[in-house]
């Protein structure tokens, strides 16, 4: 059983930073690609970002430049850094674990219980 913990959600004035941590259990974190998801009151869960095992990262278009995906297989953690905040980042922030074929990310079914994040002045 996996277990996936968010942390770092708040309230942040536009164009603020904040960042997002996703402590994983088990012993076999290193191996698995990671995903940070984000979903919007009234939309669908979307994929922000991922890394794969290997440490390759992709971003969704409207965050590029702007978060950065990051991981620390001795810690199990995952990280998103968000910079330029925009109230359209506005969202609970999921991580997941997965795996990465083909330089897609597809997720697996272990879920994290989101962090709030709110960009507003």
């Known amino acids: 059983q996996v277990q996936l913990v968010e942390s770092g959600g708040g309230l942040v004035q536009p164009g603020g930073s904040l960042r997002l941590s996703c402590a994983a259990s088990g012993s076999a974190f290193s191996i698995y690609s990671m995903g940070w998801y984000r979903q919007a009151p009234g939309k669908q869960r979307d994929l922000v970002a991922s890394?794969?095992?290997?440490?390759?990262?992709n971003y969704a278009d409207s965050v590029k430049g702007r978060f950065t995906i990051s991981r620390d297989n001795a810690k199990n953690t995952v990280y998103l850094q968000m910079n330029s905040l925009k109230a359209e980042d506005t969202a609970v922030y999921y991580c997941?674990?997965?795996?990465?074929?083909?330089?897609?990310?597809?997720?697996?079914?272990?879920w994290g219980q989101g962090t709030q994040v709110t960009v507003s002045s």
């Open positions: 890394v794969s095992a290997g440490g390759n990262t």
């Open positions: 997941n674990r997965g795996r990465t074929r083909g330089g897609r990310y597809y997720p697996d079914s272990y």
